[in-house]
């Protein structure tokens, strides 16, 4: 039996989104930016495209940016805040210590430029408190960035209260959404948010095509120099195929999110109910606030590479964080920021669920994950030593 459980790392294309980009490739295949009939024509499918997405996400046409993902986007947004903040003299950002990489390595890379970089706790259930946000926020503040939902453990952070104190303080905020689109309720209006980033390969869409919202009357940075494509502030020409086939994606996503929703964590359940039990391991994130998809958990006294591949031998992907970490040895810096021990935090298992799964497939992680890790533990001398301590 073939699994796909690493829906956090990316997605099945829908077959919906996939009709609806062969055209594109095939027979609608001018540039929007030439003045003939065939240019004109893929405009116009264009300009629709992104009235689609502000539609889902609450927001205006203008506010709606194509970007080539979710890493792109990050990048723009907190470059935008921290130029707009820089020309006023503030230079301080504030975030969270769990973000994606897009987010962390850009605030590292302004952190050499001469920013400073609150990085907020998460505490062990893997949730920003809004009032950590309130009491970071200086003088000298000019973007606070936290993500929607966390890609390795699936903690939803509470958006819409840090986007109001961040609009009381008159602080830009930004939201990682990667995660959250098209997975659970996003209106830009609901959360406060001045910005917001996603991907649509997150969602069922294809690979390398997003869309940054960013609110009217934000000069949004300038990454990509060159013609005069999304308003002279991204050039380059459109990416057709991929940005017809985000908006079918999303679509297909927002209209079935509840049902999907239920299923999903239907089947997450399922798993937890199945796997919890083995000893000496943990469910990591709070999950009362949470993605209906993600589990996450750590298993004492063995490897979590080895653990996957012995999966993946048995037919299920599955990941152990993120995919940006894999191939690296350090430990999640995710499972760390929520004081999981570098030891503990090497066992680690990300299941991601999606409305594409089975629970005949889950069946097949609870008996295989059960065996694999005693298994593992068998021949492992981290397990010896930590149950011959115990007697
Ligand atoms: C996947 C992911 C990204 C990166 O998106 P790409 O489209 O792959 O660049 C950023 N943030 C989060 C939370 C993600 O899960």
Same mark, same amino acid.
């Given at each position: ?33 030439? #003045? @003939? /009939?065939?240019?004109?024509?893929? $405009? &116009? ?6 009235? %689609? ?50 987010? #962390? @390595? /850009?605030?590292?890379?302004?952190? $050499? &430029? ?6 907020? %706790? ?51 905020? @930004? /939201? ?13 209006? %609901? ?201």
């Amino acid at each position: 039996m073939k699994v796909y459980a690493d829906n956090a790392a990316t997605t099945k294309l829908s077959v919906n989104a996939l009709n609806a980009m062969m055209p594109f490739m095939k027979e609608i295949y001018g540039n929007p930016s030439s #003045l @003939h /009939t065939a240019g004109q024509q893929a $405009k &116009e499918y264009l300009e629709q495209a992104r009235e %689609d997405i502000a539609d889902l996400i609450g927001a205006k046409p203008r506010e709606i940016y194509f970007t080539s993902g979710g890493s792109e986007g990050d990048n723009q947004a907190i470059r935008t805040a921290a130029y707009i903040g820089a020309k006023k003299g503030k230079k301080h950002i504030i975030s969270s210590k769990f973000e994606h990489h897009a987010v #962390l @390595h /850009t605030l590292s890379a302004l952190e $050499k &430029e001469g920013f400073s970089v609150t990085l907020l %706790d998460v505490y062990s259930v893997g949730i920003v408190k809004s009032e950590d946000v309130e009491n970071a926020i200086t003088e000298d503040t000019c973007l606070v960035t936290i993500m929607t939902a966390n890609n390795e453990i699936g903690t939803v952070q509470p958006i819409a209260e840090i986007g109001e104190i961040c609009r009381k303080k008159g602080v830009l905020f @930004h /939201t990682d959404a990667v995660q959250a689109v098209g997975h659970i309720p996003v209106h830009v209006n %609901d959360m406060n948010v001045d910005m917001l980033s996603a991907s649509a390969h997150k969602f069922h869409g294809p690979k390398g095509i997003g869309f940054l919202y960013v609110k009217s009357g934000i000069p949004l940075k300038n990454m990509i120099e060159g013609g005069a494509q999304e308003r002279g502030k991204r050039a380059g020409t459109e990416n057709m195929p991929a940005i017809i086939g985000m908006v079918a994606a999303l679509k297909e996503a927002v209209e079935h999110l509840d049902e999907n929703a239920k299923k999903i964590s239907a089947m997450r359940d399922r798993l937890i109910d199945g796997l919890q039990g083995i000893e000496r391991s943990r469910i990591n994130g709070d999950l009362s606030h949470h993605l209906p998809g993600t589990l996450n958990m750590c298993f004492e006294g063995i490897e979590g590479e080895s653990l996957l591949l012995l999966l993946d031998m048995r037919g299920i992907c599955a990941s152990s964080g993120s995919a940006c970490t894999s191939g690296s040895l350090d430990p999640s810096h995710v499972l760390l920021s929520i004081g999981v021990p570098v030891e503990i935090a090497h066992g680690s298992l990300r299941l991601s669920i999606s409305e594409y799964n089975t629970m005949e497939e889950m069946e097949h992680i609870i008996k295989s994950v059960p065996e694999i890790v005693s298994y593992l533990r068998s021949i492992s001398p981290v397990w010896e030593k930590i149950t011959s301590e115990e007697k």
